[in-house]
């Protein structure tokens, strides 16, 4: 599985951003895809997840309310919508896939990754 995330940038403080991920490959095998974040000199930051095929999701506390995850399988794609961005959204974003259940915020246990797509909010 190949993944390739875009829709990064550089917005101010209150804005929104839409990053996608698109996959490629075997995406039969997906069983859920992730966003992380990393932020400098942070450790990397579970965002959100969603089953690839019945679509359930599940956030993090620091974006629930925040942001929506989802997914067209048709396209192959996960959407993560971010709304009311803050500073400390400020991170490079990757997104993630794996063919296997259990502990969805777990970074390690995440087989394929993108390469990260870089969100600077600005106060």
């Known amino acids: 599985v190949q993944l390739q995330a875009y829709g990064g940038g550089m917005v101010q403080a209150g804005g929104s951003l839409r990053l996608s991920c698109t996959a490629s490959?075997?995406?039969?095998?997906?069983?859920?895809v992730g966003w992380f974040r990393q932020a400098p000199g942070k450790e990397r930051e579970y965002v959100a997840h969603i089953h690839w095929s019945g679509g359930y999701t599940h956030y993090g506390d620091s974006v629930k309310g925040r942001f929506i995850i989802s997914r067209d399988n048709v396209k192959n794609s996960v959407t993560l919508q971010m709304d009311s961005l803050d500073v400390g959204d400020t991170a490079v974003y990757y997104c993630?896939?794996?063919?296997?259940?259990?502990?969805?915020?777990?970074?390690?246990?995440?087989?394929?990754w993108g390469e990260g797509t870089l969100v600077t909010v600005s106060s």
């Open positions: 490959g075997n995406t039969r095998s997906i069983y859920f």
């Open positions: 993630a896939a794996r063919p296997t259940s259990g502990q969805p915020m777990s970074a390690r246990l995440y087989n394929y």
